[in-house]
């Protein structure tokens, strides 16, 4: 079993940045495709940012191109997403993901965090 705890998430205006943390505990993290989720109220879960196994690939959904980064250190057990440019419509819970393929397909992920809310204000 992998344990995922997100951290970093919170307020922040229109064009700010934040950075979430997923530290993974429980078993060795360097086997698994990481990424990052998100679910806006009254919307479907939506993957955001995936990594492969020793961070030579990433992907990012659309809608992120060029203002968010999926980054991992192995050696710490913790993949990040740096977010830059905040808009209104990136207002979400996000979740840290853990599983054996890079897909956008949630059911494909083994692990997930108890997610952390982004709030971003217009």
């Known amino acids: 079993q992998v344990q995922l705890v997100e951290s970093g998430g919170g307020l922040v205006q229109t064009g700010g940045s934040l950075r979430l943390s997923c530290a993974a505990s429980g078993r060795t993290f360097s086997p698994y495709v990481m990424g990052w989720f998100r679910q806006a109220p009254g919307k479907e879960r939506e993957f955001v940012a995936g990594i492969t196994r020793r961070g030579v690939s990433t992907y990012q959904t659309d809608s992120v191109k060029g203002r968010f980064t999926i980054s991992r250190d192995n050696a710490k057990n913790t993949v990040y997403l740096q977010m830059n440019s905040l808009k209104p419509e990136d207002t979400a819970v996000y979740y840290c993901?853990?599983?054996?393929?890079?897909?956008?397909?949630?059911?494909?992920?083994?692990?997930w965090g108890q997610g952390t809310q982004v709030t971003v204000s217009s």
């Open positions: 993901v853990g599983g054996g393929v890079l897909t956008v397909t949630s059911g494909a992920y083994d692990y």
